[in-house]
């Protein structure tokens, strides 16, 4: 049984404090870069690099890896690298203005276009309203009236001669030109015109027809002196307006001379301006005389000139490097853009510059860093990632149309050009399914950066442990740790990379440590961290969550649990479970019961049949049917039943750590041998009896030490455990002492004989020349079990398989079949022949 037992210095992998040149931490450098991770690095680093199409990042990790936190880091330093992107604006599209114009402009130069435009309007339209009330404009209007004037006269002149001929005269009223029947050279009153008698009418209407006929070409001269009158005017708007609008904007042009697109709309904007210069002469006075005004909605001079605003899309001014956008929100509008709208008199209007910027926009240029979950929870925002990195452009549009459903007319913005590195954070898993099911995914996101949950365990990532727990120090304002603090942290993470050559990635789990240990020093004025407080603040961090933990302890202590630790019986043992509450795990003892006996059902797991047992059981049970077949069955048939199960245990059992726990009482239920009670056992078989490793190796064996404390210790009790789970082994102290000092036995074995010489005190046995097991061995008397079980089955075989012994009148019935065929036979032989 020595050559099994492990000696105290196996069970943990405590560091040495000689290795821990500094007294306190406050004599290390501050570390704010993850500790190992070079793969992951190295992949960063390619990422962000490469700017070929499609090279967009997923960073993988399990939560608490630093995975976000090194992003922001080494975006944060790559950013140096890279100025600050262009400043976008959006303008009016004065042609359709439903799609507003997207321009770019220098870093910084956004503000100041929107300030000088917004200046220059304002200068335009003080100049245009003192233009229009000036002398200059007013007498070159009087000329253009008076000569309109004289011109209209004349014409009406014209009109009068022609229409005397006909009794009538024009004259200029309010509804314009009109002619009016004369009586006696004088106009007609209403009066005389309702007297007239139908005689007269009836003349009277025939001169008006011969007068409107004869005066077709002078109305028609009349209109176009009007037109032409009018036309003279708008020319002296225009051309007075166009000179004060060039004079304002000219050097304002000549400064974006090498810009297109700002040239563009500048001009634009002048032609505008010229073109409705009505709208910048002074307002004229309301009609306070209409009872209707009132209730008309009040024409705004606001509403017109927003058109000539300057909506600032996307201001860089303040940046001096690439920008680094973290969404926490990332929705469709908030990744996209979003068109606003404002209530206006009850109705909901919108215009360019209420078109307002997402992530995509404010990253362009830089980094994007989103949350995978985040991001596919949120509805039609992966879609429109997907979309924007595929077109390499951001297009604003109404969600309506994602969903399929036409929504209102709105605008459509032009798409902005996009130039971004997308990182998304999230776990190995989502990349799985992303990658085998999203095709657009694998050519988007091309780099995978993949986090390990441990890191290499040596003297280097121990240094920068030791170093991150400075920074600590410096950017949160705890206090520094002593080396047998900082040593104790190191115990604890390789504990929880459960491998002694390995530290916990989970960094998250050891800031939090860092934090309570600081609050334990404060609680006890001690102005540096020691070991002590790191181990209090673990102590009572599982007294936080051990609730669960203690009522089981309790129950076994009480007898509620049933377990033995001391004694022998056949087809009993002591298996071990894992449990867990957050973050804390403890293991759980379990009595494992196994009944054989003959029948043909095999190995029955009575947790499956309740439908309490997972795959992974359901999978060692059937492991141990094909061991049973390959040790035992290959001269025989296995007729045998076995029930197994784990008394006590309701909430369901999976993994097949306990492969060999039910093996070994399936054994000693077999063979008659009891099994040693002092011990628990943990480990996974294969069907050539070689024992495999398990997880949770260390909560197990402090589980089953917990109960025998209970129970009372008695120097012999202890463990068996895969001879792999050596390397996992990270003991507390007091079992380590318990060992040390010969009270508690940790065994590690590779094979199930091994197991069995432990537990039953018999040799298992191997097979002999002649095919049997050496008598008095495990196998020996499990074999026979088995042959006994069998032999009625084979005894009924080999009867079947026996010729019986004809009688005498089977003898005659079968000689007179026989001679019923030959004459058969012979007539038909007779009647080929005759044909």
């Known amino acids: 049984m020595d050559k099994y037992r492990l000696h105290a210095d196996q069970l ?35 990422g962000l690099n490469i700017k070929q199409r499609g090279y967009n990042i997923y960073v993988a990790g399990g939560w608490g890896t630093g995975r976000n936190t090194y992003v922001r880091y080494i975006t944060d330093k790559k950013i140096l690298e890279t100025d600050a992107p262009d400043d976008w604006i959006y303008v009016n599209n004065f042609k359709n203005p439903r799609t507003p114009i997207a321009i770019s402009l220098k870093n910084g130069e956004g503000r100041k276009f929107q300030k000088t435009m917004a200046r220059n309007l304002e200068f335009i ?72 008698s139908e005689e007269e009418y009836e003349i009277l209407s025939s001169n008006s027809n011969k007068l409107t006929l004869e005066t077709v070409d002078l109305f028609n001269k009349l209109r176009s002196e009007e037109e032409i009158y009018l036309n003279k005017l708008d020319d002296l708007d225009a051309k007075l307006g166009r000179k004060i609008v060039e004079s304002h904007f000219r050097n304002f042009i000549k400064k974006y001379d090498q810009n297109d697109a700002v040239k563009d709309y500048l001009v634009a904007v002048v032609n505008d301006i010229v073109e409705n210069i009505d709208e910048f002469k002074e307002e004229e006075e309301p009609d306070n005389k209409n009872p209707l005004a009132m209730l008309q909605q009040p024409a705004r001079k606001d509403d017109f000139f927003v058109r000539y605003a300057i909506n600032l899309f996307v201001d860089n001014s303040e940046k001096n490097s690439a920008p680094v956008e973290f969404e926490i929100n990332p929705t469709f509008f908030n990744l996209i853009g979003n068109i606003e709208y404002k209530n206006d008199y009850g109705a909901w209007k919108t215009d360019f510059t209420q078109i307002k910027p997402g992530a995509l926009h404010q990253a362009n240029g830089g980094y994007l860093i989103i949350q995978t979950r985040d991001l596919l929870t949120a509805p039609y925002a992966w879609k429109g990632l997907k979309r924007a990195l595929i077109n390499k452009e951001v297009n604003i549009e109404n969600i309506g149309k994602q969903t399929g459903v036409n929504g209102a007319q709105t605008l459509r913005p032009q798409p902005i050009p996009l130039d971004v590195k997308v990182i998304i954070v999230g776990d190995f898993y989502t990349y799985n399914m992303l990658f085998n099911y999203d095709e657009e995914f694998r050519k988007l996101f091309k780099v995978l950066v993949d986090f390990d949950d441990e890191v290499e365990r040596n003297r280097e990532s121990i240094t920068k442990m030791a170093r991150l727990i400075a920074s600590y120090a410096d950017k949160d304002n705890i206090k520094y740790f002593d080396k047998f603090a900082v040593a104790e942290i190191v115990n604890y993470t390789t504990r929880l990379a459960a491998n002694k050559d390995k530290l916990s990635a989970h960094l998250n789990v050891i800031v939090d440590l860092i934090y309570e240990a600081d609050n334990w020093a404060d609680f006890y004025s001690d102005k540096i961290v020691g070991k002590e407080h790191v181990l209090k603040a673990l102590e009572e961090q599982k007294n936080r969550m051990n609730r669960f933990e203690r009522k089981l302890l309790e129950h076994f202590a009480d007898g509620t649990y049933l377990i033995d630790t001391k004694g022998e019986k056949v087809g009993e043992i002591n298996g071990l479970a894992v449990l867990g509450t957050g973050i804390q795990s403890f293991g759980k003892p379990s009595k494992i019961t196994v009944s054989t006996y003959r029948g043909k059902a095999g190995l029955i797991n009575i947790e499956r049949e309740a439908n309490q047992s997972g795959p992974s059981h359901d999978k060692g049970v059937m492991i141990l049917n094909g061991y049973m077949g390959f040790k035992y069955a290959q001269d025989k048939p296995l007729t045998l039943s076995a029930s197994i199960v784990f008394e006590q245990l309701y909430s369901g059992v999976d993994g097949d750590s306990a492969s060999s726990t039910e093996l070994y009482a399936i054994l000693s239920s077999l063979s008659g041998v009891p099994i040693d009670q002092s011990f628990a056992v943990t480990g996974s078989v294969n069907q050539r009896g070689e024992i495999q490793p398990i997880g949770g190796v260390n909560e197990k064996i402090e589980g089953f030490y917990e109960v025998c404390k209970l129970k009372g210790i008695t120097g012999v009790q202890g463990v068996i455990i895969p001879h792999q789970n050596v390397k996992n082994l990270m003991l507390k102290e007091e079992v380590v002492k318990a060992v040390e000092d010969g009270k508690f036995h940790i065994y590690a074995i590779d094979h199930i004989d091994q197991g069995i010489e432990l537990l039953m005190k018999t040799p298992a046995g191997e097979r002999q020349k002649n095919g049997k097991f050496k008598r008095g061995t495990i196998h020996y008397l499990a074999d026979k079990k088995l042959e006994e079980l069998a032999t009625p089955l084979m005894k009924r075989r080999s009867d079947e398989n026996k010729p019986k012994k004809k009688t005498e009148t089977g003898k005659k019935a079968e000689a007179e079949k026989k001679t019923e065929a030959e004459k058969k036979t012979e007539t038909k032989e007779i009647i080929d022949k005759k044909k």
């Open 12 to 46: 943990t992998c405590r560091i040495a404090i000689e290795e821990l040149r500094f007294e306190t931490t406050e004599d290390l450098t501050p570390l704010y870069e993850m500790i190992g991770q070079e793969r992951a690095a190295k992949a960063m680093e390619f």
């Open 125 to 196: 339209q003080n100049a245009i309203a003192e233009a229009f009330i000036g002398k200059e404009y007013e007498n070159t209007k009087a000329i253009l009236r008076q000569e309109y004037s004289q011109k209209n006269a004349a014409i009406i002149d014209e009109l009068n001669v022609i229409g005397e001929k006909y009794n009538f005269a024009f004259t200029q009223t309010e509804r314009g030109l009109v002619s009016i029947p004369l009586k006696n050279n004088k106009p007609m009153s209403e009066d005389e015109y309702r007297k007239i």
